[in-house]
């Protein structure tokens, strides 16, 4: 039953949000990581790398203090990429299980705000991210400015799936829910909004878990390089004139600018799908990206679409909401809109030039002149289990490709280290004695 003392306006939330403060100063005290972000793997880590550093200052040695400088700087990012990857990862599985109790507290309920409320209370101490989202969501939903309220949550909220979840919350606050063939739509699209979490949560993991190694194997020869040159340097005395003249420092920053480029080329592979990526230097990958994206706007569509106050431009909307790729394109057909739905939507469909986003975009032109969006989106509805397997098998698709391009990426600096910096200088000593010996035999 629902406790009433708590329901009283502004405050309704307020033994939640104490007990949430509560848990997180106690969350604090017994994990500094929580709070702090990095400094405990770095204060790990750091300090050795640190030391080394240190050393190479005092040593005079600029190579080796440019070298361990780059190392602590890049694995200090690493880490913090590593932390944030996990945190959205972990996010995610959160906001599963909050989806999962709002399902169970809208059959007791029957709204999705109070549903929304219960779920919180229901969320374990250890969910306190989670928990605070949720709070934030209900809050938008009391708020005195329910509009100034979502912007502001749109554009905070850490991912497209909280905002999806506000998303329909807010529409059938404001809407109502309704049944088709005798179920909730906002039950069902609760259920469609988790199927698209689970996706996002496999693509992730495997990424993850093929990738993180790349991020440590790219900086090895930072680590490595001075080693090398010392111990190549006492076992065959004549290295030593190379390494410490202009050719060693020569081949020594081709090998650090491998590391750097190579570096920047695997963190900007790991976010293509956060903002574009490496764009220009893989069109395939981006393509792949925009076409994962259409198919989720396709998925809120769906969700919309047996809403009959809803009208065409609040469906672009809400899909200009969660794009990333089509955001801008999206934005100047809602500008538009006023002035002719049907032509802003024909040139939407020419600025972002995607096959699967123009049969969107016919179907939205459809919902502008005789048809309601229930009816003109009918088939796309029926095909929804087709879609879902064509984005599963998308997401596998961009992960094996990157991958394959994270790997040869990554092993680049110590092919560079090898040839560069430790056969190369050994050829040029060899030919310098062969030259010698001949010069001798004349």
Same mark, same amino acid.
């Given at each position: 039953?629902?406790?009433?003392?708590?329901?009283?306006?502004?405050?309704?939330?307020?033994?939640?949000?104490?007990?949430?403060?509560?848990?997180?100063?106690?969350?604090?005290?017994?994990?500094?990581?929580?709070?702090?972000?990095?400094?405990?793997?770095?204060?790990?880590?750091?300090?050795?790398?640190?030391?080394?550093?240190?050393?190479?200052?005092?040593?005079?040695?600029?190579?080796?203090?440019?070298?361990?400088?780059?190392?602590?700087?890049?694995?200090?990012?690493?880490?913090?990429?590593?932390?944030?990857?996990?945190?959205?990862?972990?996010?995610?599985?959160?906001?599963?299980?909050?989806?999962?109790?709002?399902?169970?507290?809208?059959?007791?309920?029957?709204?999705?705000?109070?549903?929304?409320?219960?779920?919180?209370?229901?969320?374990?101490?250890?969910?306190?991210?989670?928990?605070?989202?949720?709070?934030?969501?209900?809050?938008?939903?009391?708020?005195?400015?329910?509009?100034?309220?979502?912007?502001?949550?749109?554009?905070?909220?850490?991912?497209?799936?909280?905002?999806?979840?506000?998303?329909?919350?807010?529409?059938?606050?404001?809407?109502?829910?309704?049944?088709?063939?005798?179920?909730?739509?906002?039950?069902?699209?609760?259920?469609?909004?988790?199927?698209?979490?689970?996706?996002?949560?496999?693509?992730?993991?495997?990424?993850?878990?093929?990738?993180?190694?790349?991020?440590?194997?790219?900086?090895?020869?930072?680590?490595?390089?001075?080693?090398?040159?010392?111990?190549?340097?006492?076992?065959?005395?004549?290295?030593?004139?190379?390494?410490?003249?202009?050719?060693?420092?020569?081949?020594?920053?081709?090998?650090?600018?491998?590391?750097?480029?190579?570096?920047?080329?695997? %963190?900007?592979?790991?976010?293509?799908?956060?903002? !574009?990526? @490496?764009?220009?230097?893989?069109?395939? *990958?981006?393509?792949? #990206? /925009?076409?994962?994206?259409?198919?989720?706007?396709?998925?809120?569509?769906?969700?919309?679409?047996?809403?009959?106050?809803?009208?065409?431009?609040?469906?672009?909307?809400?899909?200009?909401?969660?794009?990333?790729?089509?955001?801008?394109?999206?934005?100047?057909?809602?500008?538009?809109?006023?002035?002719?739905?049907?032509?802003?939507?024909?040139?939407?469909?020419?600025?972002?030039?995607?096959?699967?986003?123009?049969?969107?975009?016919?179907?939205?032109?459809?919902?502008?002149?005789?048809?309601?969006?229930?009816?003109?989106?009918?088939?796309?509805?029926?095909?929804?289990?087709?879609?879902?397997?064509?984005?599963?098998?998308?997401?596998?698709?961009?992960?094996? %490709?990157?991958?394959?391009?994270?790997?040869?990426? !990554?092993? @680049?600096?110590?092919?560079?280290?090898? *040839?560069?910096?430790? #056969? /190369?200088?050994?050829?040029?000593?060899?030919?310098?004695?062969?030259?010698?010996?001949?010069?001798?035999?004349?």
């Amino acid at each position: 039953m629902t406790p009433i003392c708590w329901f009283s306006g502004e405050n309704r939330l307020s033994p939640v949000k104490k007990s949430r403060r509560k848990r997180f100063r106690v969350k604090r005290l017994l994990d500094p990581v929580s709070h702090f972000g990095n400094n405990r793997l770095l204060f790990r880590y750091g300090l050795p790398i640190g030391a080394m550093l240190l050393l190479a200052l005092v040593s005079g040695n600029v190579l080796l203090a440019v070298c361990y400088g780059l190392l602590v700087y890049m694995s200090r990012d690493t880490l913090k990429a590593y932390r944030t990857g996990r945190s959205k990862l972990t996010l995610l599985k959160q906001q599963l299980h909050m989806d999962e109790l709002i399902r169970a507290k809208y059959y007791e309920t029957g709204t999705a705000d109070e549903a929304v409320y219960e779920a919180c209370i229901e969320l374990d101490a250890s969910e306190w991210e989670i928990r605070g989202h949720g709070e934030r969501i209900y809050d938008v939903l009391t708020s005195a400015d329910m509009e100034k309220a979502l912007f502001e949550y749109r554009e905070s909220a850490p991912n497209r799936y909280l905002k999806l979840l506000l998303s329909l919350v807010y529409i059938t606050r404001e809407y109502g829910d309704t049944k088709v063939e005798g179920q909730s739509i906002f039950m069902k699209n609760l259920s469609y909004l988790s199927d698209e979490i689970r996706l996002e949560m496999a693509k992730r993991e495997k990424l993850n878990h093929e990738l993180k190694s790349l991020n440590a194997i790219v900086l090895v020869p930072l680590a490595a390089m001075w080693p090398v040159a010392d111990y190549a340097g006492k076992r065959f005395e004549p290295l030593v004139a190379i390494y410490e003249g202009p050719t060693g420092y020569l081949l020594a920053g081709l090998t650090v600018a491998a590391v750097v480029v190579c570096y920047y080329l695997l %963190r900007r592979l790991q976010k293509v799908d956060e903002g !574009g990526g @490496v764009r220009r230097r893989s069109r395939r *990958l981006y393509r792949e #990206a /925009a076409e994962l994206e259409i198919h989720g706007l396709m998925a809120i569509v769906m969700m919309l679409m047996h809403h009959e106050r809803m009208a065409v431009e609040d469906v672009v909307e809400w899909m200009e909401m969660y794009s990333e790729h089509a955001k801008e394109p999206l934005q100047r057909c809602l500008n538009e809109m006023t002035a002719g739905e049907e032509e802003a939507l024909e040139r939407l469909d020419a600025a972002v030039g995607l096959a699967e986003f123009s049969r969107l975009v016919g179907k939205l032109k459809q919902a502008t002149m005789d048809l309601t969006l229930a009816q003109a989106f009918d088939e796309m509805e029926r095909e929804r289990r087709f879609f879902y397997e064509m984005r599963k098998e998308l997401d596998q698709r961009q992960v094996e %490709r990157k991958m394959s391009m994270g790997k040869m990426i !990554g092993f @680049v600096p110590m092919y560079v280290m090898v *040839l560069a910096y430790v #056969a /190369a200088p050994m050829l040029l000593v060899s030919f310098r004695e062969m030259d010698t010996y001949f010069n001798t035999l004349t």
